[in-house]
């Protein structure tokens, strides 16, 4: 029987995720110095968090992972106190962007519902309201800006490896797909994930915004753990299909802004039926009110049904979006409507929570 060693129980406390996260709590650096005294094992943790749930379910999973473990007789979780925990957290590099004001994350947990038609017209709906706004592509492996945008255009990088962003409809875009056709520049050696998005979030010249779109990849990884970790996130809109609403990934997507402390501003139902181009008659092809219906299950608005349009997708295909190909279309209308309750939302949030507040 292999001996009792606090390698050992780093190695087995790796199969322990943080909640909501595909992310173990050893790689998350949240654990500290493991102490094997007489079969008793001690593991101090800094879960980065004051959440009683999160906290008992770490607690818990711990001591069933190592109660399996040969040799172990009473297992000892110790939870850094919050002072401790703020010090070296794993949330420590969490600071806002100079000049940027709001960060507003697009995400869903299934592929393909429109997170990035939906963040795009976002973003130009809220600069056609007089916002300054700038437009992040965290999904690096399958970047859709530059398309979705029409530019080809390279971010130039200073000297200094500062990035400045592409300038495109009035809007600050910055995209993995503005790097790829001529290889990766000596800045992105080693593409990974978590270094892209946080050279995106640190090394970029954002200059001053009032809204940083973050256009998210589907699902609950890297690129959102990153962003949560290293920036406080003003909230999270939630895309979602209407045949998709009942499944329960879509609260899953809820679930995990939740355990990072950062509020969802509600739900886009996007593909909500079918409008027939030549007759204009709407056809509910999925059925009608399932985002509502999620929407009243977790408490938070719905804040858009967007159609299936044809107009939609040519606008993502063609380089100009729907909101300045057709600003007075009847989608347009509704992305506009969108962008006037994120900010209301966003409005709503600052005035619950007036004082900066730390991640507790
Ligand atoms: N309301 C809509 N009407 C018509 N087509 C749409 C609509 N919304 C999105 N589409 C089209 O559906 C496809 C997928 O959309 P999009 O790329 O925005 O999804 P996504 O959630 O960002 O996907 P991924 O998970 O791959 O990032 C695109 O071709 C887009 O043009
Ligand atoms: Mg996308």
């Known amino acids: 029987m292999a001996?009792?060693?606090?390698?050992?129980?780093?190695?087995?406390?790796?199969?322990?995720?943080?909640?909501g996260f595909q992310?173990?709590?050893?790689?998350?650096?949240?654990?500290?110095?493991?102490?094997?005294?007489?079969?008793?094992?001690?593991?101090?943790?800094?879960?980065?968090?004051?959440?009683p749930e999160i906290l008992r379910q770490l607690t818990a999973e711990i001591e069933a992972v190592l109660g399996r473990e040969p040799g172990v007789a009473k297992v000892d979780v110790r939870l850094a106190r919050a002072e401790?925990?703020?010090?070296?957290?794993?949330w420590a590099a969490r600071a806002a962007l100079p000049g940027v004001a709001r960060i507003i994350a697009v995400a869903s947990t299934k592929g393909g519902v429109g997170k990035s038609?939906?963040?795009?017209?976002?973003?130009?709906?809220?600069a056609a309201r007089g916002q300054r706004v700038g437009l992040m592509d965290a999904d690096v492996y399958g970047p859709s800006l530059p398309i979705m945008l029409g530019t080809e255009e390279r971010p130039s990088v200073t000297p200094s490896r500062r990035i400045h962003p592409v300038q495109r409809y009035g809007i600050a875009c910055m995209s993995m797909g503005f790097f790829l056709d001529e290889g990766s520049p000596v800045i992105w050696r080693g593409p990974i994930v978590m270094g892209i998005v946080r050279q995106f979030l640190r090394d970029v010249e954002w200059g001053a915004l009032d809204c940083l779109i973050v256009d998210m990849p589907p699902g609950t990884g890297d690129a959102q753990l990153t962003l949560v970790q290293q920036v406080p996130v003003t909230g999270g809109v939630i895309v979602t299909t209407?045949?998709?609403?009942?499944?329960?990934d879509v609260g899953r997507g809820m679930a995990m802004f939740a355990q990072v402390n950062t509020p969802v501003l509600g739900v886009v139902e996007n593909m909500s039926g079918y409008?027939?181009?030549?007759?204009?008659?709407?056809?509910?092809?999925?059925?009608?009110?399932?985002?509502?219906g999620l929407a009243e299950r977790f408490g938070?608005?719905?804040?858009?049904?967007?159609?299936?349009?044809?107009?939609?997708?040519?606008?993502?295909?063609?380089?100009r979006p729907v909101v300045l190909a057709d600003p007075d279309g009847p989608v347009s209308r509704l992305f506009q409507q969108?962008?006037?309750r994120v900010m209301a939302a966003v409005d709503q949030l600052a005035e619950q929570a007036p004082a900066a507040s730390p991640p507790s």
């Not at 209407?242 to 329960?248: G, M």
């Open 338 to 340: 969108l962008a006037q």
């Open 3 to 19: 001996e009792l060693t606090p390698d050992r129980v780093r190695a087995a406390l790796r199969s322990v995720l943080f909640p």
């Open 23 to 51: 992310r173990d709590i050893v790689q998350l650096g949240m654990l500290g110095d493991v102490v094997i005294e007489n079969g008793t094992v001690r593991v101090p943790l800094r879960p980065g968090t004051a959440k």
């Open 242 to 248: 209407p045949q998709d609403v009942a499944l329960l």
């Open 275 to 292: 409008v027939c181009p030549r007759c204009e008659t709407f056809d509910p092809i999925f059925g009608e009110g399932g985002a509502r």
């Open 84 to 90: 401790e925990s703020a010090r070296r957290d794993p």
């Open 117 to 126: 038609t939906v963040a795009v017209n976002l973003a130009l709906a809220l």
């Open 300 to 319: 938070v608005p719905l804040l858009a049904s967007i159609p299936l349009v044809p107009a939609v997708r040519e606008g993502g295909d063609g380089g």
